[in-house]
Nanobody
Framework: QVQLVESGGELVQPGGSLRLSCAAS????????MGWYRQAPGKERELVAS???????NYGDSVKGRFTISRDNAKNMLYLQMNSLKPEDTAVYYC???????????????WGHGTQVTVSS
C-alpha cells in the first residue's frame, strides 16, 4: 500500500559528500515522522536522523553537524545531505516513514529496502 524507495548511495572517499533521497508512493493521506536509519555489518540498526511533519529534526550523536535531513511534503520526498563522510559512516541506509493511508484509522510504519553507502579510499 505504501512503497519507500531510497537512492543515492554509492562509493565515496573520506571527506566527501553524498545526498540520499527517499520517494514515498501509494495510498498516502499524510506522512507523519520520517527518518533515516543505518545498519553496518555486525551492528544494530541505528537512527541517523528524523524529521516531523512540521520540520522538527533530531540527529544521532555521531552525525550531528555533518548530516542534514529535509523533506518535501508536497512530493512525499525525504532527503539526507551527508558531508564530511567518514569510513565509519559505511552502512546500508534505510528510509522509514509513519504513514496514514486513505480509509485507515491509524498510521503504520514503513521501511524501504535500503541503499548502500561506502566510504573508503
Amino acid at each position: 500500500q505504501v512503497q519507500l524507495v531510497e537512492s543515492g548511495g554509492e562509493l565515496v572517499q573520506p571527506g566527501g559528500s553524498l545526498r540520499l533521497s527517499c520517494a514515498a508512493s501509494g495510498r498516502i493521506r499524510v506522512i507523519n515522522a520520517m527518518g533515516w536509519y543505518r545498519q553496518a555489518p555486525g551492528k544494530e540498526r541505528e537512527l541517523v536522523a528524523s524529521i516531523t511533519l512540521g520540520g522538527i529534526t533530531n540527529y544521532g550523536d555521531s552525525v550531528k553537524g555533518r548530516f542534514t535531513i529535509s523533506r518535501d511534503n508536497a512530493k512525499n520526498m525525504l532527503y539526507l545531505q551527508m558531508n564530511s563522510l567518514k569510513p565509519e559512516d559505511t552502512a546500508v541506509y534505510y528510509c522509514n516513514a509513519e504513514v496514514v493511508i486513505y480509509f485507515a484509522p491509524f498510521p503504520n510504519n514503513y521501511w524501504g529496502h535500503g541503499t548502500q553507502v561506502t566510504v573508503s579510499s
